[in-house]
């Protein structure tokens, strides 16, 4: 995911928050609406454990933040939350909505099922999710010049 860079859009997502500690991205791709992915911006790291206190206290409120986001725009029943990183070892989160209506597995876990998500839903809800994360989101809009400091080795395709 380090050479991603801070992209305001990628193959994978439209970014809806670029934090201090992390940039968060509405997936194009997922396993239901409301799936959003937190990714650790900074030099690489694979476990939250490899973070110092105050990185890992600056991830994880980002985290949370999007977590709030979620659960406000998509009045989510539930969000879960997801450090995985075995296709992908760099330290992102899947934060993803869970429906009081509609959803595809009540009450079990989410199975990661690549479901390409419908392209003008997606924009509207990355738009009122930056609204409300209210840092680098799309409403701000342009390229981000910043490129994550990140060498590591590089990381699959994929998530
Ligand atoms: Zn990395």
Same mark, same amino acid.
Do not use: F, K, N
């Given at each position: 995911m380090?050479? *991603?860079g801070r992209a +305001?859009?990628?193959?994978?997502g439209i970014r809806v928050m670029a934090g201090e500690f992390a940039d968060s991205y509405l997936a194009t791709r997922g396993p239901q609406r409301g799936?959003?992915? $937190?990714? !650790? /911006?900074?030099r690489h790291v694979a476990e939250p454990t490899d973070l110092a206190a105050d990185?890992?206290?600056g991830? !994880? +409120?980002? $985290? *949370?933040?999007?977590?709030? +986001?979620?659960?406000? /725009?998509f009045g989510a029943r539930k969000v879960n939350?997801?450090?995985l990183g075995n296709a992908v070892p760099h330290l992102h989160t899947h934060v993803t909505a869970r429906h009081a209506q509609g959803?595809?597995?009540?009450? +079990?876990?989410l199975e990661h099922a690549w479901v390409e998500q419908p392209t003008e839903e997606l924009r509207r809800d990355a738009r009122a999710l930056g609204e409300l994360l209210g840092v680098g989101g799309?409403?701000?809009g342009g390229r981000d010049p910043h490129r994550s400091p990140c060498h590591g080795p590089r990381a699959n395709e994929g998530r």
């Open positions: 380090c050479e *991603l +305001a859009e990628t193959p994978y799936y959003v992915v $937190v990714i !650790w /911006h900074g990185e890992a206290s991830y !994880w +409120a980002d $985290v *949370l933040r999007v977590g709030r +986001a979620v659960q406000a /725009h939350y997801e450090t959803d595809v597995r009540p009450g +079990a876990p799309p409403a701000r």
